[in-house]
């Protein structure tokens, strides 16, 4: 059963940071490309970055390059996402993700299809004063 599951998001002020993690199980986990989406209240789920199995590529939504950088531990089926400089609008609920297979498909895919990829329960990330 393929499991993917994320601790905890975190509170930060605007421009502080936070690292969550994403604990994979259930499946080869350096076999697949994997991602991070986010869902703000009231739309739908937009990816924010890939990496592929190997992590030879990474991939960020405009908004957010340059402040996050994603990255993998295969030998501990961890996946982490370091964010810096956080804003106000970085407010979200995170989502780890797995991709379909070992290069990344989810930048051009979701939306609008994200059901195709299997995500975790979510993790809350508030940045707030």
């Known amino acids: 059963q393929v499991q993917l599951v994320e601790p905890g998001g975190g509170l930060a002020q605007p421009g502080g940071s936070l690292r969550p993690s994403c604990t994979a199980s259930?499946?080869?986990?350096?076999?697949?490309?994997m991602s991070w989406a986010r869902r703000v209240p009231g739309k739908g789920l937009e990816w924010v970055a890939a990496?592929?199995?190997?992590?030879?590529?990474?991939l960020y939504q405009e908004a957010v390059k340059g402040r996050f950088v994603i990255s993998r531990d295969n030998a501990k089926n961890t996946l982490y996402l370091d964010m810096n400089n956080l804003k106000p609008q970085d407010t979200a609920v995170y989502y780890c993700?797995?991709?379909?297979?070992?290069?990344?498909?989810?930048?051009?895919?979701?939306?609008?299809?994200?059901?195709?990829?299997?995500w975790g329960q979510g993790a809350q990330v508030t940045v707030s004063l």
């Open positions: 993700g797995r991709d379909l297979g070992p290069i990344s498909t989810v930048q051009v895919m979701c939306p609008p299809n994200c059901d195709q990829f299997t």
């Open positions: 990496i592929t199995s190997d992590s030879t590529q990474t």
């Open positions: 259930g499946f080869i986990f350096s076999s697949y490309g």
